[in-house]
Structure formats: structure tokens, C-alpha cells
């Protein structure tokens, strides 16, 4: 070879698909092993969740799940940056990833701190917002948005309250919604799911990494926690998902598109945001403390009705995946036509059987 002659780069270890695949797979096998000795040890220092008036389940369920949750998805993440940062992985992107990923670990701490000590809503709040300021002076912020009918919009001074709203409002939509077996660790893995498939599709690489991690976890969490649940996430698991979501919402959907950037990240976390909005001013109406715990959730009001506990929570499955494809459909995502489609069609079914069990409680009532 001559003195001249360009160095010949290294072949990658794997494909990106491959890689992602190897990373929901570490992910999925984590959980799947660390959840039983996490429930284990949950149950014999008595850190479970007690029945009560508002909550669906008569029996203690061991909770810190989340545990076993954020490690899987970190040492996913870890694992695949390992092999294939050099190749698919930009600097600048993977800073911004641990920037996230050490602010998901952060509010990971406060729900555990929340699950094991029982913090006030208002230590919590001032909690969240301090590491959610933190991460936005390290550098993930929402610093413009792209508005219909004004372009690109800088926020200037006003990038640091709407980060810091973004971040601690998701977290706690996905903290609400935690209200029946199954239904945050489903929710939060088709959320996970759609913004995969949106960040693959728009080269956001490293965002993509994040959620495949995610969405291996949660189906492995799953197996423990749908319905009847051996163990739930806590608030550790539950802030954990929420603020990684709502910071791929920034780092890989909000920076992905144009005109429609500010749409996609709305339509992915749709149902627990609505959920969340519809709570809130419903309790103010009423004058009642914004924090204050009641059954006006979509899955309580779902009950209510009658629908039996799986049914509800795969409806709202439903639901969020229907939300999830519209966004797919934004991006312009192949065969998201179909996508939507089928989404529809499995909606409109869930509606079907959810309406026939409806009719069925008021005849026997009636």
C-alpha cells in the first residue's frame, strides 16, 4: 500500500436496525431479569401501594418497579453507544442524549424519593423544576418553535419557562395516567414507539436509540405489571419514562421537522396531556387544588361505565396508538396511510366491544 494511500475505515459491527434491535433486546432482557429481584426485595421491607378509596386494586402490590425500568433502559443505551457511537451516533446528538439521560435518572430520584418517603405535592413540583432548569441551562431546550402561519419563532427569554413546562408537564401527565395495571408502561411504550419511528425516519439517530431502549423495557415491564400486576412502577418509573420522553420531544421530534414540528410531539403524548389538561381544569372549576387525587381520569370515568379493567386499558391503548399514527402520517412516514388505517379499524373495534359491554351493564342493571 502506498504512503498515500487513505486509511480504509473499519466496517460497523452491526446495521443501525441491527443495533437497535440488539438495544430493545438488552433492554427487554434487563427488566425481564432485575423485576422479580427488585419485587423481591420491595416485598420484604414492605414497600408496596395500599388499596384505597381512589385505586382499583384490594391487595398490597409491591411498587419501585421504575427501578428495574431505569436500569434497563440505561444500560441498553449504554450498550449501544458502546458498540456503535463511531459509526451512527453523532457527538453532539449523544451529548444531548446524556443530558436527557441524566435528567430522566434525576426525576427517576424524586419519585423514589416520592415512593419511599412521601413527599408533598409542592417539594415535588419545586424538585421537578429545578432539575428540569438544570437540564436547560446544560444545553436541551426549546429555544424556537415552528407555528403555522409564522415560521420559525424564536422564544428567546421564553425558551426556559416553556422547557421547563414541556418537561415537568409531561412527567406528570404520565404519572397520572399511572392508574391501572398495564396502563402507563403500555401507554408510555407506544409513545416510545411512535417517536421511534418518526426519529428513523427524519435521521435523528440517537433520539431513535433512546426510544428503542425505552420500548424494550416496557415490554419487558409488562410481563409484570399488565393486569392482574405483580408489581407497579412507582412514581421513580413513571417520572423516568415521562421526562425521557418529553426530552426526545426535544431532541429528536421538535428539531425533525418543520412546519409540523410543533405537532408531532403533542399527537404522540395526546391522551395522557389531554387527560392531564381535562383533570386539571376540572378541579379548578371547582375550586379544588389542582394536585388534589380524585376519579376524574379517562380510565376512572372508563370504569364507571362499566368497562371491565382490561378493556379499559386496552381501549386507551388504542387510543394513543391511533394518536401516535397521525403523527407518523405528519412525517410523511412509508406506509403510514396504512398505519392510520389500521389504527382506525383497531379503535373503532375496541369502541365496538367497549359499547356492547356498556349496553350489557344497563340491561342487567335495568
Known amino acids: 500500500m502506498s504512503a498515500f494511500s487513505p486509511p480504509i475505515a473499519a466496517p460497523p459491527v452491526l446495521s443501525p436496525y441491527g443495533l437497535y434491535g440488539l438495544t430493545a433486546l438488552a433492554a427487554f432482557a434487563t427488566v425481564l431479569a432485575v423485576t422479580p429481584i427488585v419485587r423481591a426485595i420491595a416485598l420484604k421491607f414492605g414497600r408496596v401501594d395500599i388499596p384505597s378509596a381512589r385505586k382499583v386494586h384490594v391487595e398490597p402490590i409491591a411498587r419501585l418497579g421504575g427501578i428495574a425500568i431505569g436500569l434497563g433502559t440505561s444500560l441498553a443505551i449504554g450498550l449501544a453507544l458502546f458498540i456503535g457511537q463511531q459509526q451512527y451516533f453523532p457527538d453532539s446528538a449523544v451529548d444531548s442524549l446524556l443530558i436527557v439521560l441524566v435528567g430522566s435518572l434525576g426525576f427517576f430520584a424524586i419519585g423514589l424519593l416520592d415512593d419511599l418517603f412521601m413527599l408533598s405535592p409542592l417539594v415535588r413540583l419545586v424538585m421537578q423544576v429545578i432539575i428540569s432548569g438544570l437540564v436547560w441551562q446544560a444545553g436541551v431546550r426549546v429555544e424556537f418553535l415552528t407555528l403555522p402561519g409564522l415560521g420559525l419563532t424564536h422564544l428567546a427569554w421564553l425558551s426556559l419557562p416553556i422547557t421547563v413546562l414541556w418537561l415537568t408537564g409531561v412527567v406528570n401527565a404520565i404519572n397520572w395516567i399511572d392508574g391501572l395495571d398495564g396502563l402507563a408502561s403500555g401507554v408510555g411504550g407506544i409513545a416510545a414507539a411512535s417517536s421511534f419511528l418518526i426519529c428513523v425516519h427524519t435521521g435523528q439517530t440517537t433520539a431513535a436509540l433512546a426510544m428503542v431502549a425505552l420500548v424494550g423495557s416496557l415490554i419487558g415491564f409488562l410481563f409484570f ?62 375550586g379544588q387544588s389542582p394536585f388534589l387525587a380524585d376519579k376524574r381520569h379517562l380510565h376512572h370515568r372508563l370504569l364507571g361505565v362499566g368497562l371491565p379493567h382490561r378493556l379499559t386499558v386496552l381501549t386507551i391503548y388504542a387510543l394513543t396508538w391511533w394518536m401516535g399514527s397521525l403523527a407518523l402520517v405528519f412525517v410523511g412516514v412509508p406506509s403510514s396511510p396504512l398505519i392510520v388505517g389500521s389504527a382506525s379499524g383497531l379503535l373503532v373495534w375496541m369502541g365496538w366491544k367497549a359499547l356492547q359491554v356498556i349496553r350489557q351493564v344497563e340491561r342487567s342493571s335495568g
Not at 413513571?238 to 425533525?256: E, M, N, P, R, W
Request: glycine residues 12%.
Open 225 to 286: 405489571n399488565f393486569n392482574p400486576a405483580r408489581i407497579f412502577m412507582g412514581d421513580g418509573g413513571s417520572y423516568f419514562i415521562g421526562f425521557l420522553l418529553a426530552g426526545v420531544g426535544i431532541t429528536g421530534l421538535v428539531k425533525s421537522a418543520t412546519a409540523t414540528a410543533i405537532v408531532l410531539p403533542l399527537l404522540v403524548l395526546a391522551v395522557p396531556l389531554l387527560d392531564m389538561s381535562a383533570v386539571i381544569l376540572a378541579r379548578l372549576r371547582q
